[in-house]
């Protein structure tokens, strides 16, 4: 079965146009997270990424309470609200000039 070039490039072009699409629909997925009242809900895998720790330190800030977290149909959750407000209490205040140098 011979198939010409114009007829191959045919086929070709339909199956990348196929391959966008379904990258368009992997794309929009991934980049939906669960919404409740009105708050954003993030996963384990996205608090690593956006906290940079490890999934053992992550179990260490939820068994500890500093970071509040709720659970779905046996999946973790967490507010985005409640992230942010871990990574604000996380910061420590700079040492003043006074007591570096003195």
Do not use: C
Not at 73 to 82: A, F, H, N, V
């Amino acid at each position: 079965m011979n198939i010409d070039r114009i007829e191959f490039m045919a086929w070709m072009e339909r199956i990348m146009e196929r391959f966008d699409i379904l990258m368009e629909l992997a794309i929009g997925t991934k980049n939906q997270h669960a919404i409740i009242d009105g708050e954003e809900l993030l996963d384990n895998q996205d608090i690593l990424q956006i906290l940079k720790i490890s999934p053992r330190s992550l179990q260490r800030y939820r068994s500890s309470g500093k970071l509040p977290y709720y659970t779905i149909s046996g999946k973790i959750y967490y507010k985005l609200s409640d992230v942010h407000q871990f990574i604000r209490e996380s910061f420590t205040s700079p040492l003043s000039k006074a007591k570096v140098n003195g």
